[in-house]
């Protein structure tokens, strides 16, 4: 059983074209996030959600545009996609019910994203 | 604010030989530290994770690490390299704990290499 399963794995794209990811984790979770890796392999917060509300949001364009249907699932919608979106984007679920933060993420096999 | 420094982008050891990777982190208040490991076109894998109490911390695999508070360092280390732990490992800081979720600020990376 996949904890936490993106899709598609890869996504080939030419630039200026709209795509999303798909991400759901079958934890039950309350918490999911994006991050993104770039090609030096650093990895940054983009998005969280808790119980499909926003409370992280980091320095991103915006034409990144998250979205929570439900708890299990937080998909990633790209605008417009320019050559410097190329990156491996993961998915991440938590659960932090003590509110003390000392539980781990849960990645996601990841998104290579290539753009055209 | 928060910052992970991993100093060593490359390590190479031969197989069975013993390993350390460092990381030193900037958190102001008692951090909540994390090694993760991913494995080539993985997503990332949680091996240890340090929050309070004893400071040599054991993870999967073998790994274990330890927390040295003056120094502001959390390395990991493995007595016996197999080849199977070829990959790239990241250290994390658990900052900012907003609503249940965790930002994980993450280091460069250490990418290992195991000769034979």
């Known amino acids: 059983d996949t904890a936490v399963s993106q899709t598609p794995k890869y996504l080939v794209t030419q630039m200026g074209n709209d795509k999303s990811i798909k991400c759901e984790q079958n934890l039950g979770h309350d918490t999911m996030y994006w991050y993104k890796q770039d090609s030096k392999k650093f990895l940054k917060i983009m998005f969280s959600y808790n119980n499909k509300e926003l409370i992280i949001n980091e320095t991103v364009p915006n034409r990144f545009s998250p979205k929570s249907p439900d708890k299990a699932h937080l998909n990633l919608h790209i605008n417009s996609l320019e050559l410097g979106d190329s990156a491996v984007y993961f998915c991440?679920?938590?659960?932090?019910?003590?509110?003390?933060?000392?539980?781990?993420?849960?990645f996601g096999q990841g998104t290579r994203l290539t753009v055209v | 604010a928060q910052s992970v420094t991993q100093p060593d982008i490359h390590i190479t050891v031969s197989e069975g030989a013993s390993l350390e990777l460092r990381c030193n982190y900037s958190?102001?208040?008692?951090?909540?530290l994390f090694w993760y490991v991913q494995s080539p076109g993985q997503g990332l894998q949680l091996l240890l994770k340090y929050f309070s109490g004893d400071t040599l911390v054991q993870g999967i695999k073998g790994f274990e690490a330890e927390f040295k508070r003056s120094q502001s360092s959390f390395n990991l280390r493995k007595p016996s390299v197999h080849w199977s732990d070829a990959a790239e490992y990241f250290c994390?800081?658990?900052?900012?704990?907003?609503?249940?979720?965790?930002?994980?600020?993450f280091g460069q990376g250490t990418r290992l290499t195991i000769n034979p």
């Open positions: 991440a679920s938590s659960q932090d019910p003590m509110g003390l933060a000392n539980t781990e993420a849960f």
């Open positions: 994390a800081v658990g900052a900012i704990r907003i609503q249940g979720a965790q930002k994980l600020v």
């Open positions: 958190y102001g208040a008692t951090p909540y």
